[in-house]
């Protein structure tokens, strides 16, 4: 008696636990959406021209910022400068990414440079009716490589997975490349890494003493608090193999701190 009700909680178990992967993981990867269109005209005249980040890395340090600016007229054009300093493998670094979205709010182009005590990086992406074809050139190095765009979804970044995502609901999915500059310049792993992003609850978070209505997204090891009004992805807490955990906040956006975090990162590559 007691081996058939052992045998009989152990079926249960793998049964209860075989449905929680499949409704967690398998069901969402089948039924992965469009990506929300991240970038619009309306959006941008509604919600601003440009936006900051700080980065903070596990103890509360600041290790670097994210500064990005949006421009828009027939398509929506957003440029995103990133510094970040004391990074493990990369020690300072400066990303700059200029990205094209078309009428409909489709990435339709992309461009990453990748700038340290190395020879500079760029990447740059154009979409085309099946793929996503990329060339990298990095010194005398030159590839090509193409990603399907039924496994793409949208592209970003590992410092900030998630920008600007309107009109999210419980339950949506869809899939994310994310560009890992550390395997850009080291040349060990992925450059850019799959990930399936899931809208999974809802939160307030207090943002200067006020509450913020948000949707909860997650990919991998990356969460987010999205606002619901704007779309805006308030906070991020990301943990990344090797480069360890990092919390991204949304701040006022401050052009004299990117003038300094620039002449900070030009004084580190120089004294490298």
């Known amino acids: 008696m007691t081996h058939r009700l052992v045998g009989l909680a152990i079926v249960v178990f793998w049964v209860v636990a075989t449905s929680w992967l499949v409704w967690h993981d398998i069901v969402p990867a089948w039924t992965a959406q469009e990506p929300p269109r991240m970038v619009a005209a309306d959006w941008v005249q509604q919600f601003g021209r440009q936006v900051q980040y700080g980065i903070l890395n596990h103890d509360g340090r600041r290790v670097g910022g994210i500064w990005t600016r949006y421009t828009s007229g027939s398509s929506t054009d957003r440029e995103d400068e990133i510094y970040v300093r004391d990074v493990p493998l990369l020690g300072s670094a400066y990303l700059l990414i200029r990205s094209s979205y078309d009428a409909a709010g489709l990435l339709d182009e992309v461009d990453i440079n990748v700038l340290g005590h190395w020879d500079p990086i760029r990447i740059h992406g ?127 956006y401050d052009d004299a701190a990117r003038l300094e975090a620039k002449r900070r990162f030009d004084r580190a590559v120089l004294d490298w």
């Open 126 to 252: 154009e979409r085309f009716p099946k793929e996503f074809a990329f060339r990298l050139e990095a010194g005398a190095v030159k590839q090509a490589f193409k990603i399907d765009l039924a496994l793409a979804g949208t592209f970003s970044d590992v410092f900030r997975p998630f920008d600007v995502m309107p009109q999210l609901e419980v339950g949506q999915s869809w899939r994310m490349q994310v560009f890992n500059p550390v395997a850009t310049v080291t040349g060990v792993g992925d450059r850019f890494i799959p990930m399936l992003v899931k809208v999974v609850g809802r939160d307030v978070l207090h943002v200067d003493g006020q509450p913020r209505d948000c949707m909860i997204v997650e990919a991998g090891q990356a969460q987010a608090w999205v606002e619901r009004r704007s779309g805006l992805a308030l906070k991020q807490k990301i943990n990344l193999p090797i480069l360890g955990g990092y919390t991204v906040l949304m701040e006022g």
